[in-house]
T-cell receptor
């Protein structure tokens, strides 16, 4: 079955440093979603990317979808303590609809103030 | 607008007991799903539903039943609890229409321990 791999598993940064997490799928994806989960909380939707090569920005967060639609990245510029949490990517398991999403195992980001 | 609600927040069961985790949403979403989250494993789909009366299996369905009699509610039943079902369970809902198509809204979760 489809696999979605995320690296790194953990990342510890000093406040103000940049952070990037990478997501790789074993199959071509119709779209990819990103979620953030604060410690003890629930996943919260961040964004969905659909087009090959797409780049979207949300303030200090930049999301990219690869040209081949098999990989994606999330980059945070100048991290803040509010960025702490686990970042997950997710892609449709059956190649098309989002009825069955496969989540990566996530990247836990900790920020030292 | 409460979004997605789950009850209970915490539950301890003995092996072999049964229970139902409740999930409700007030956003008129046609799609609802259940995930379990275990340390280092990410989120794994248990069951999902694309509308009232329609359910299907996800990645890890064994030991769980679901039903969808209304748009709002999607309960998850553990038939005979096992220690391997100790986990955090999240319910999520989504619409596949409109601007927020496919965006999943998660409930606060239920922490289940089976002894």
């Amino acid at each position: 079955g489809q696999q979605v791999m995320q690296i790194p598993q953990y990342q510890h940064v000093q406040e103000g440093e940049d952070f990037t997490t990478y997501c790789n799928s074993s199959t071509t994806l119709s779209n990819i979603q990103w979620y953030k989960q604060r410690p003890g909380g629930h996943p919260v939707f961040l964004i969905q990317l659909v087009k090959s090569g797409e780049v979207k920005k949300q303030k200090r967060l930049t999301f990219q979808f690869g040209e081949a639609k098999k990989n994606s990245s999330l980059h945070i510029t100048a991290t803040q303590t509010t960025d702490v949490g686990t970042y997950f990517c997710a892609g449709p398991n059956d190649g098309g609809s989002n009825y069955k999403l496969t989540f990566g195992k996530g990247t836990l980001l900790t920020v030292n103030p | 607008n409460a979004g997605v609600t789950q009850t209970p927040k915490f539950q301890v069961l003995k092996t072999g007991q049964s229970m139902t985790l409740q999930c409700a949403q007030d956003m008129n979403h046609e799609y609802m799903s259940w995930y379990r989250q275990d340390p280092g494993m990410g989120l794994r789909l248990i069951h999902y539903s694309v509308g009232a009366g329609i359910t299907d299996q996800g990645e890890v369905p064994n030991g769980y039943n679901v039903s969808r009699s209304t748009t709002e509610d999607f309960p998850l039943r553990l038939l005979s609890a096992a220690p391997s079902q100790t986990s955090v369970y999240f319910c999520a809902s989504s619409s596949f229409r409109g601007l927020n198509e496919g965006e999943q809204y998660f409930g606060p979760g239920t922490r289940l321990t089976v002894t």
